[in-house]
């Protein structure tokens, strides 16, 4: 088709260039729309390496708390405050000790539970930790459930020490006059639900005999009320009555182990003594929050094996009257669950309640 200009001559008919403008105005928008995604996926992608970077920084890179539920001073304490420099010196990374007693540990435990499972908050805990699930109502965790074991540190025996006048020097003879007289000798420890009560409830099981139980407020008391006389016997650690037993003032019957205590050569086991089995140990370990990522917890179950192995960090547990225990947290994990059963069958047997 043509039209028919003013010249009069024919011209061909204009080419419409709408569509080709408009072909244009789509192809300058795809690609505006193609930078923009670019640009889009290229500040995630930034973004994902930053995070990568960030969650590939070794651990520990800052700051680690190591929560003790007991104050300064205890045995618990003591344990930490060898470990904790130990680690910051091996990690160039500050290990504060921080200190949070009460409710029986459950301040501090419950500060743990709370805490991000990332390994820069844990907790150093003894024997209560198991035997507090059993005894003490609406506790507000799961010894088990809500913890990471991560390794064992050390463990200290228990020795059944009696008073002077008790007319005994060997464990079949204490046993023998146990037996002649049911309910009349009578035992101290530390309070109701502690490991000397559990000891004691153990005992009276396994040699057939019945006890009496005196709880006192800490083992400081229970200690000079056996000293005085007003008690018959107790099982007490090593550090709390050697110097009685050396004086004389105390009389050391048998001890746990399947070897001779290095402080106390001359007193026989208690297999040696006629009652294998019988076993009374504290045991202090760490642990994380639940949900800790495996790879710090077997850095930390490695570090502390570590230090555990050192001669001087050996030396300092020993005169802390406690044996270094190296545990993988497979090993400490297992350790746990046998601790739960054979504390509950205790507790169930003896039908131990908390006294108020």
Known sequence: MSESGQDGRSHPACPDVSPRLDLRSRERTSSKRAWVLRSAVGALLILAVAAVGAAEKPYPSKPVRLIVPFPPGGGVDNVARIIGPKLTEGWGQQVVVDNRPGGNTIVGSEALVKSAPDGYTLIIVSSAHVINHFLLPNIPYHAQKDFAPVATTSSGPY??????????????????????????????????????????????????????????????????????????????????????????????????????????????????????????????????????????????????????????????????????LISSPEEFAAFIKAEMERVARVIQTANIKIEN
């Open 159 to 324: 020795v059944l020490v009696t008073h002077p006048s008790l007319p005994v020097n060997t464990l079949q003879e204490f046993i023998a006059l146990a037996k002649s007289k049911p309910g009349q000798l009578n035992y101290s420890s530390a309070g109701s639900g502690g490991v000397q009560h559990l000891a004691g409830e153990l005992f009276s099981i396994m040699a057939g005999v019945k006890l009496q139980h005196i709880p006192y407020k800490g083992a400081g008391p229970a200690v000079i009320e056996l000293v005085g006389g007003q008690v018959h016997f107790s099982f007490q650690p090593p550090g709390n009555v050697l110097q009685y037993v050396k004086s004389g003032k105390l009389k050391a019957i048998a001890a746990p182990g399947q070897t001779r205590l290095r402080a106390l050569p001359d007193v026989p086991t208690f297999a040696e003594s006629g009652l294998p089995g019988f076993e009374v140990k504290s045991w202090i370990g760490i642990l994380a929050p639940a949900q800790t990522p495996r790879p710090i917890i077997n850095k930390l179950s490695t570090e502390i094996a570590n230090i555990l192995k050192m001669p001087d960090t050996r030396d300092m547990l020993i005169r802390q009257q406690h044996e270094p």
